[in-house]
């Protein structure tokens, strides 16, 4: 069966301090791999996503980049944090049939303090 | 441009008594419509998906949306609702002109359910 892992859970980071998270699927091959920012415990807004290994698409310009070393691997950036980079990052990923359902890791809580 | 509305921030409802959260959208041609659940701190969880067919979809854990392409809506309902239902739902949009990359999703709406 196919899991995806996203870590860490939780993240306390100063201003101006870089960013890594990661994100591995496991269980299938040449997902549409996804990171997604939710604030305040609302919407999702989708940030970037990836049809293939370096191949990122960005959504909304901002502070953070993102990159697909490998094919089941997306990783989430950011060279110089700000206050307003907090928030609940969420990976998914989907088969790259459109019908298919979105499967989440468990979220990261990132703070900037 | 792909649009999901959630009317409600909130819906209260007493345990046993049906459920509805309301979900309207916007996308050329025809959607692919999902239902998702969020419990605190954790990642989204499917629940339903219309992709083509019967109006009706059931899904997980009792749930069942109903698709009305005329008023572009796919509302959610359960027949009597669970303490354990209350979370956080989202309805979502895929577009099947955009070769299955973006999903857009609504602004969710909190669920209460009262014993």
């Known amino acids: 069966s196919q899991t995806i892992h996203q870590w860490p859970a939780t993240l306390v980071q100063p201003v101006g301090s870089p960013l890594s998270l990661e994100c591995t699927v496991e269980g299938t091959s040449n997902p549409n791999l996804y990171w997604y920012r939710q604030a305040a415990g609302r919407g999702l807004q989708l940030l970037f996503y990836?049809?293939?290994?370096?191949?990122i698409s960005s959504e909304v310009p901002q502070n953070l980049s993102a990159s697909r070393p490998q094919d089941r691997q997306f990783i989430l950036s950011s060279k110089k944090l700000l206050l307003s980079d907090s928030g609940f990052y969420l990976c998914a990923w989907t088969h790259t049939t459109g019908n298919t359902e979105a499967f989440f890791g468990q979220g990261t809580r990132l703070t900037v303090v | 441009a792909q649009s999901v509305a959630q009317p409600e921030d909130q819906v209260n409802v007493a345990e046993g008594n049906p459920l509805t959260v309301k979900c309207t959208y916007s996308?050329?041609?025809?959607?692919?419509l999902f239902w998702y659940v969020q419990y605190p701190n954790r990642g989204l969880q499917f629940l339903l998906k219309?992709?083509?067919?019967?109006?009706l979809v059931k899904g997980s854990y009792g749930f069942e949306a109903e698709f009305n392409k005329s008023q572009t809506s796919f509302h959610l309902k359960k027949p009597s609702a669970l303490v354990s239902d209350s979370a956080l739902y989202f309805c979502a949009v895929r577009g099947r002109n955009t070769g299955g990359f973006k999903t857009i999703f609504g602004a969710g709406t909190r669920l209460f359910v009262k014993a």
């Open positions: 990836s049809v293939g290994i370096g191949q």
């Open positions: 219309y992709i083509t067919g019967d109006n």
């Open positions: 996308v050329s041609g025809n959607p692919y």
